[in-house]
Nanobody, 121 residues
Framework: QVQLVESGGGLVQPGGSLRLSCAASGSIFSINGMGWYRQAPGKERELVAGIVSGGSPYYVEPVKGRFTISRDNAKNTVYLQMNSLKPEDTAVYYC???????????????WGQGTQVTVSS
């Protein structure tokens, strides 16, 4: 089993910043990729940013230039620095990780519980 725990959400005014963190723990052999998704009320969950081993980070167009994803491999942790936040960024943000477990090298595709980000004046 692989668990993801997110932190860092909250209420922020437009133009403000927040930093989300997501730590993976459990039976981890390797993590191939980690990413952040978000789901706004009444909408489907969508990819925000991702980072894969040996690759460059990628972002959806609405957050390019404002959000930065980074990863600390030693801590199995991924971060999302969000700057110049807008009301339309309001959503529940979810962390995702894919990789291999220690037991039998089974693959895993795990999600965090979600953290609320609200951008409002």
């Amino acid at each position: 089993q692989v668990q993801l725990v997110e932190s860092g959400g909250g209420l922020v005014q437009p133009g403000g910043s927040l930093r989300l963190s997501c730590a993976a723990s459990g039976s981890i052999f390797s993590i191939n990729g980690m990413g952040w998704y978000r789901q706004a009320p009444g909408k489907e969950r969508e990819l925000v940013a991702g980072i894969v081993s040996g690759g460059s980070p990628y972002y959806v167009e609405p957050v390019k230039g404002r959000f930065t994803i980074s990863r600390d491999n030693a801590k199995n942790t991924v971060y999302l620095q969000m700057n110049s936040l807008k009301p339309e960024d309001t959503a529940v943000y979810y962390c995702n990780a894919k990789g291999r477990q220690l037991v039998n090298f089974d693959s895993f595709d795990s999600w965090g519980q979600g953290t609320q980000v609200t951008v409002s004046s």
